[in-house]
């Protein structure tokens, strides 16, 4: 499950200065494995300075082309965007996981809004055949907006926000209330069918906030947080009413790995892999999703979610990232995703 594939890089394209388009070549072998849905991300691993690091970036490119590329902007202290941005080069090969995420492309009349380097999935979902796709962007300024060109050229109908210029019919400011609302007033966003929110998470908890507060349903607006945050802060405590001692069990692909683990001692995901477990992982942060499991007997305490949705944590699915068991027995299961 936690399958990783060396990826030539073969194309580099510099998009801003401090952004790139990495392009990997997808081989016949591998074709099946990389088919993706628009929305979806990969994750690449890469050992930098004696360190494994992980990250997932939003595939940008059209789902039906026979190459996959990412967009990668550059995060201030960001190890893999510093690594992706500066040092790789073409002809270079990546570990690269096979696509996941359920932040997908549905509906025929589709709203992205998008700040950063949240543009990248949302780029994928304009190069697929919707009928109406109505972009809302925004961005610090015009020489950082990634993808620009691109965009330019794409027969969808856009609206451009920049915070600390004022560029010629673009918005001033955030993507925040009064750029929606004025751009309700000449779109009737009530006639659209979905809504993809990307960026970071003031952005989308603002947007999600207006869009509910014009009455279109919850379950119309989906979101990913992820691609803004290349650092995530693990700042908050878990809270447990007792500390047990638990027999955890974890499968995967088929195999058990049996042992014990208070509850206030590593994640169920670290916790396994020093047993040997071979299990998937990238932000270690509660956002990506990677890591997601089912707990089949016993429960566990998770210290964060920003990924799963309720229905998900309802029946039973967790991040091992977060997760620590609070009954004696707990069984967790990889398989069952
Ligand atoms: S590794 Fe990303 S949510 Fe757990």
């Not at 590329?69 to 040092?87: A, D, H, Q």
Request: net charge negative.
């Amino acid at each position: 499950m936690n399958n990783f594939y060396q990826l030539k890089v073969s194309k580099i394209n510099q998009l801003t200065p401090d952004a790139v388009e990495i392009t990997f070549s997808i081989s016949e072998e591998v074709k099946d494995i990389f088919r993706f849905q628009a929305g979806q991300y990969v994750t690449i691993k890469h050992e930098i300075n004696g360190e494994d690091i992980r990250r997932s970036y939003s595939l940008c490119s059209n789902p039906n082309s026979t190459n996959i590329s990412i967009g990668v902007k550059r995060i201030e202290n960001g190890k893999m965007s510093t690594f992706l941005t500066r040092e790789l080069e073409v002809g270079n090969y990546l570990s690269v996981m096979p696509p996941l995420g359920s932040f997908v492309l549905n509906g025929d009349r589709v709203v992205g809004i998008c700040a950063g380097s949240g543009i990248t999935p949302i780029l994928s979902m304009m190069k697929t055949e919707v009928s109406d796709f109505v972009l809302i962007y925004g961005n610090k300024k015009r020489d950082s907006a990634m993808f620009l060109d691109d965009i330019n050229k794409m027969s969808v109908k856009s609206y451009f926000s920049y915070s600390r210029e004022n560029v010629p019919n673009c918005f001033h400011g955030r993507v925040n209330n009064d750029v929606l609302k004025e751009i309700h007033r000449s779109i009737n966003f009530l006639e659209f069918d979905y809504f993809y929110l990307c960026g970071p998470n003031e952005m989308i908890s603002n947007v999600e906030e207006y869009l509910l507060s014009i009455n279109v349903p919850k379950n119309k607006i989906l979101f990913e947080k992820f691609t803004s945050d290349d650092i995530i802060q693990d700042s908050e405590e878990l809270s447990l009413d007792e500390v047990v001692t638990s027999d955890v069990t974890v499968i995967i692909d088929g195999d058990e790995f049996e042992y014990q683990l208070s509850s206030d001692a590593e994640t169920i995901l670290d916790s396994a892999m020093e047993e040997g477990a071979d299990l998937p992982f990238s932000c270690k942060g509660a956002v990506c999703c990677v890591c997601k499991a089912k707990v089949i007997e016993g429960k566990v305490k998770m210290k964060q979610n920003f990924s799963l949705s309720e229905e998900e944590v309802d029946e039973g699915y967790i991040l091992t990232c977060q997760s620590h068991p609070i009954t004696e027995k707990v069984v967790v299961d990889y398989d069952e995703i």
